[in-house]
């Protein structure tokens, strides 16, 4: 009788220590589960970017050309004229005044859709902040951070340009200058997109 009566204590301990073992595995579980709601309010961050007085959008290539340069004198071409061997200036100048946001930027210069071969990017400089900017293979990156544009500080890059005078262009240079259309049109494409800090 003695055995089953210590059979009963051993049963009942043992019941005891199981339910407390499972009362702590509960109260565990819920130490490191719980659940909560909220309503999040968050505003979005405008984003309204202009290359050269146009507005270009997120995500999308923008295209335009660039007509306005600024030619250096030549005592052989009459002023506001170009021609072979005449170098200039145009500007491009990116503003990013109604964003909120830090940017990056690539401007693609299509020398290749030009009329000539024989034009030549010399050297590109942003002039606002002399932020850092590389130009490879036509291509001008370049980083406007957020310091910049809450400061309403656009990024405008000077482009330096000559026409090379190469000799095997003569007779396509006579006729150009010839046909009364005097004008030099480079065609830009810009993609603008959201600054990451990678």
């Known amino acids: 009788m003695k055995d089953k009566y210590l059979k009963?204590?051993?049963?009942?301990?043992?019941?005891?220590?199981?339910?407390?073992?499972?009362?702590?595995?509960?109260?565990?579980?819920?130490?490191?589960?719980?659940?909560?709601t909220a309503q999040i309010s968050q505003q979005q961050s405008d984003w309204i970017i202009r290359v050269n007085s146009e507005m270009i959008s997120?995500?999308?290539?923008?295209?335009?050309?660039?007509?306005?340069?600024?030619?250096?004198?030549?005592?052989?071409?009459?002023?506001?004229?170009?021609?072979?061997?005449?170098s200039g200036n145009f500007y491009i100048t990116i503003d990013p005044h109604d964003t909120d946001v830090a940017i990056e930027y690539d401007i693609l210069l299509d020398l290749d859709g030009m009329d000539h071969d024989n034009f030549q990017i010399t050297s590109v400089v942003e002039e606002n902040r002399g932020a850092p900017i590389t130009f490879v293979d036509g291509v001008i990156h370049g980083i406007i951070s957020l310091q910049?544009?809450?400061s309403n500080l656009a990024h405008?890059?000077?482009?330096?340009?000559?026409?090379?005078?190469?000799?095997?262009?003569?007779?396509?240079?006579?006729e150009i200058g010839m046909s009364g259309a005097n004008t030099v049109s480079i065609p830009v494409r810009a993609n603008v997109y959201q600054y990451l800090g990678v």
């Open 8 to 36: 009963k204590i051993f049963i009942i301990v043992s019941l005891i220590i199981l339910l407390f073992v499972i009362y702590k595995m509960v109260g565990i579980y819920a130490v490191f589960y719980s659940e909560g």
């Open 58 to 86: 997120n995500g999308v290539n923008q295209t335009f050309s660039i007509n306005e340069i600024s030619l250096t004198s030549d005592s052989h071409v009459l002023s506001g004229k170009i021609a072979p061997g005449i």
């Open 148 to 150: 910049d544009v809450q």
């Open 156 to 174: 405008r890059l000077r482009l330096s340009i000559e026409w090379e005078n190469d000799e095997q262009y003569n007779n396509e240079d006579t």
